[in-house]
């Protein structure tokens, strides 16, 4: 892969850039649709997608999160993740297979599930977290971002370091390695974000 770890965040020069200054392995792509076609995929994945709102379970007690999701892969996949168990997954729609196929030509890495999450406005985001889920081992992660552009940040498990990314429209940011072991993310709230976001997060989810 053409790319050069340790390039600062803010310098768009060469793409894939690394984004993590150690303990990781997190690049970002930048756009790998062009603006139409992200916009296209957008609004056929927000009408046609059957969303619903996510379940997470804290201290005993599940809830129901204001963000909505929908799980796709290969027949009898099942993700357990903040409690709760996803299965029965949804198959994959045309848009989703051109969507994971050009991730894959991208990364060089193949996925057999993806976990959709839409969020309507900056009301709605993720705290913090870390995607170590014994289905998923050492697979990496691979996000694509339609719709609103929104802050993605880092935060080191030990030092406490954060880092922050600006997501854009029809970007694609691939987390691997040691990235889950060693730091947090979160996509924080936004007064400033008034329309909504798909994230797409392809995963291989292993043991099946």
């Known amino acids: 892969m053409n790319y050069q770890a340790g390039l600062p965040l803010d310098n768009p020069a060469v793409l894939p850039r690394q984004i993590l200054p150690g303990d990781g392995d997190c690049r970002y792509f930048g756009r790998i649709f062009s603006a139409e076609e992200a916009l296209q995929l957008f609004q056929s994945l927000l009408k046609q997608t059957s969303w619903k709102r996510d379940e997470v379970k804290v201290y005993g007690r599940h809830y129901l999160t204001a963000r909505q999701v929908a799980w796709f892969g290969e027949s ?3 993700y357990t993740y903040s409690g709760t168990t996803h299965s ?3 198959p994959w729609s045309r848009d989703l ?3 994971k196929n050009e991730v894959e030509a ?8 993806c976990l959709a999450n839409l969020y309507q406005d ?11 889920e014994k289905e998923l081992s050492q697979s990496s992660i691979a996000s694509v971002s339609l719709g609103a552009e929104r802050r993605f940040d880092f935060r080191h498990k030990q030092t406490g370091e954060k ?3 600006f997501l854009e429209q029809g970007s694609l940011l691939l987390m691997a390695g040691q990235t889950q072991k060693h730091w947090q993310h979160q996509l924080p709230k936004s007064a400033k974000v008034a329309t909504p976001r798909i994230n797409l997060t ?7």
Request: no cysteine; proline share 3%; aromatic share 8%.
């Open 76 to 78: 009898q996949l099942s």
């Open 88 to 90: 029965q997954p949804l």
């Open 97 to 99: 297979v051109k969507i």
């Open 106 to 113: 991208q990364t060089g890495q193949k996925y057999n599930a």
């Open 122 to 132: 900056g009301s709605q985001g993720m705290g913090w977290h870390q995607d170590n």
């Open 163 to 165: 880092l922050s990314i």
């Open 202 to 208: 392809f995963r291989n989810i292993i043991g099946h």
